[in-house]
């Protein structure tokens, strides 16, 4: 059994992966956001409506669907990228910040390419709070 490569998209970024050899090693990434590949949330089994997320009955169960696993039922779903609709959270954060007097920076489109901008954000807000300035 020979390898072969495919193009995919990267199920947390949507980065687009050209040439990956299959079958996945444990350990590939998507080498833009450095997510696991070999993962229930990239598996064409994938499915969040079922109690256990996976439609293969055989399978064990994956407590962390977006980490590396060694699942032998793992089969890759090119199109696993999901946009997620944040404008619930957007109104809420807007609300907050609304009620402590603070202004929310405008989003942009480096927000949605950068998955950490937003820890980033908040690790530089408590860094600047408790005056440990780099």
Not at 66 to 77: E, H, I, P, S
Not at 80 to 105: D, H, V
Request: overall charge negative.
């Amino acid at each position: 059994m020979g390898s072969r490569s495919i193009d995919m998209q990267c199920w947390k970024c949507g980065a687009e992966l050209k040439h990956l050899l299959l079958p996945f090693s444990r350990y590939e990434e998507c080498s833009v956001c450095k997510a696991d590949l070999h993962a229930c949330l990239a598996c064409l089994h994938y499915a969040p409506n079922l109690s256990d997320a996976c439609e293969e009955d055989r399978a064990d169960f994956i407590l962390d669907k977006d980490k590396a696993n060694f699942c032998d039922y793992f089969r890759v779903n090119t199109k696993a990228y999901q946009k997620q609709e944040n404008t619930a959270a957007s109104e809420a954060r807007s609300k907050l910040a609304a009620l402590f007097g603070e202004e929310l920076p405008e989003a942009d489109e480096t927000a949605e390419q950068s998955p950490q901008s937003d820890a980033d954000r908040a690790l530089a807000e408590l860094k600047r709070l408790f005056g440990d300035e780099e």
